[in-house]
């Protein structure tokens, strides 16, 4: 017989998984589950669908680091290392 995943030899409980976030699971640095709740707590619409959250953190996501790339490019243009709110 073989042993499979996370057992603990017939003792006790399996080792639970790990928790894994809607973030990392959608492979974004934007919180998906922090919009999700703006989005409900928002008078925004009854009805959410349960994709939105992760199309929206994705697309403000993109639009941040396109900002970002930007404001770099204007900073080295400056000969400074740091972006400061005049290269945004």
Excluded at 29 to 35: A, E, Y
Excluded at 46 to 72: M, N, T
Aim: proline content about 5%.
């Amino acid at each position: 017989m073989s042993n499979t995943g996370a057992t603990t030899g017939g003792r006790g409980k399996p080792k639970a998984s790990k928790a894994v976030s809607r973030s990392q699971k959608a492979g974004l640095q934007f919180p998906v589950g922090r919009i999700a709740g703006f989005l409900r707590v928002s008078k925004y619409s009854k009805r959410i669908d349960a994709d939105a959250p992760d199309y929206l953190s994705a697309v403000l996501e993109y639009l941040a680091a396109k900002v970002l790339v930007l404001a770099g490019n204007s900073a080295r243009d400056n000969k400074k290392n740091r972006i400061v709110p005049r290269h945004i």
